[in-house]
């Protein structure tokens, strides 16, 4: 495991906040972090080139998806993942836990792993922790995951405890399974809403000494409080010394959560998929790029943004994409976003280097109107099919 | 009209073929050129900055469409076109006529105009010569085109007399309302494949001393051999020290045989449209990038190409997009399309100077195989449009 180490930086005296680098086989990661989601092998819309030029230093890959296709074999046979997409930079990718729990149909779950049908065919397939870890072997990224499984919420504590010490039984096969050097394999914990349980999950993967832990099964539905009472049960018993990634959160007005509560890496699609549907991160909240204010508005979407986007085109132009249905739209709404996300997490750690972390944070969230929930919408489509029987 | 112009650089010895430069108040567009279709003031899936690292030196917005959606007004108070979309080049808007005849519905012709429904709301518009001219100096692109009669093929010479001899009056009446001394206005020459129509309104035309040329009505299912027979007819009717731009062509094949029979600029959706659907350009003809062939094939493309994807990316992985529906499938190709399409022209065109042209069509040709007609069947379903009643 010398191919990957984190280096804490910076630590802020008044809260939980750190800034660090992640040094892995292909680079290094400045934290906290902004992972970007290329769920199949390309963060939708945009080029590898891009995605660097608007600030991405780190990208993660769907191991459900690349699973069913391409299939791990190919890629693999095409020289793995970084080859295979075009990015030369870090890659994570997840465990496909979520995927099975939130994608795919008839799943069950056994203490050998989970059957699910593909959501592509209806093909079966049997995810174990052992075949999770091959799969990503041959991918290849640099920082991979155990097969978890990820409960819904709500979730009654017994099955939220079963769940999770499932998830810990699996964890350990997992790491007995996984052999590449270089290649960091992180924890996850699981627990649902519960202190207790996160605790002792908290407590057994960090007696496991992963090089990194992973925070899953929040940013479900469960109320904003909730998550921020998880992450504060759960960091102070990760080892300090190793990163800490919030998986599939969030927000801006999350990033500074988390990062307060000693989070370091974050991964969603709101920001990417959002930007789809038209709704473009400002300072203030977000901007509806389809309203009929904006059909000739010579403005950039925001003011002094330094993006490709905004240093190119008009709101008006963009909105006539979108109303001419244009996938360029669907592309420079993408870049935007990534661009306000990546440059929101670069101006969190310079505050951390300052001292001014809290200020910021107070500053930012003073006049940001989190994302409404039926923009989020889709998202919540997603986390319906969750709990829907199995 | 003292910011246009056109400078013959060398003429082929053995055929009609000849290189030039078109000098416009946006830049110099060297000749024989391919102008990349912007239907909706972008070209489908790529960036103004791509389009020009591929090579496009001009590209062409459609003005039936801009007039619908965004509606010219809109564009000109943005600053007109080229700002609007963000290409600081030369720009060519058509006159609609062809859209009229291929996309609206409900049209009627009259001595006055043609009225026709909208085909995104059904809503009723008319456009008459004067109309058109106002939305296109609205627009502002470069060159800009008179409203025509695009007959269907087949056509009765009736038909076509009738249709040609209007698209004559509605010419004059064009160059009467033309005002903008920054743009070039083309006459458009018509009359189906009879070549006495032809040639009437290549005469016609010539008399009036537009800037340029333009020759319509061709490659809307005519026989090839219609096609070179009416470009033979047309082309030494023209002043020779005029533009001559091939309306709607094409394929590769049809720029050396327009390129021999003296034209000098070409359009058409083809390679852009057949990219979108997974056909690639190459030397010998296309690849159909979903073949299974391609699943494991870690080659570009094409061996040699330069273009951004060859560079990048395997077939396996532009394979992987499309086949996973991942829309920056459909930008890699057609930047490769593009590409393909840009650099034959730059090669026609050094052959012209190096006095090696008709050699070059030969091997060309004799290799080539043309894009096959269940691969252009979107154009062809468009061309049954054109027949259906109106």
Redesign the interface.
Known sequence: MTAFSFEIVAEDAHSAARAGLLHTPHGDVPTPVFIPVGT???V?????DELRQAGATIVLANTY?LYL??GPD?VA???GLHR???WDGPILTDSGGFQVFSLAANRQVSEEGVTFRSHIDGSLHLFTPERVIEAQEKLGADIVMPLDECTPYPCSYEEAREAHRRTLRWAERSRKAHCRPDQALFGIVQGSVYPDLRRESAETLAGMDFPGYAIGGLSVGEPKEAMHAMLEVCVPLLPREKPRHLLGVGSPEDFFEGVARGMDMFDCVLATRIARHGALLVREGRLNIHNAAY??D?RPIEEGCAC?TCR???R??LR??F??Q???G???ATLHNLHFLFHLLADIRRSILDGTFLTLKEEFLATFRPIPEEVRRNEAARRRLARSPS
């Open positions: 199949q092998a390309t939708k819309t945009v080029s590898p998806h296709r391409p190919v046979e095409l020289g295979f997409m075009g059909a000739r010579p490709y190119h085109f008009s008006a132009y006539h994409l109303q001419s244009e996938t360029l669907l592309r420079l």
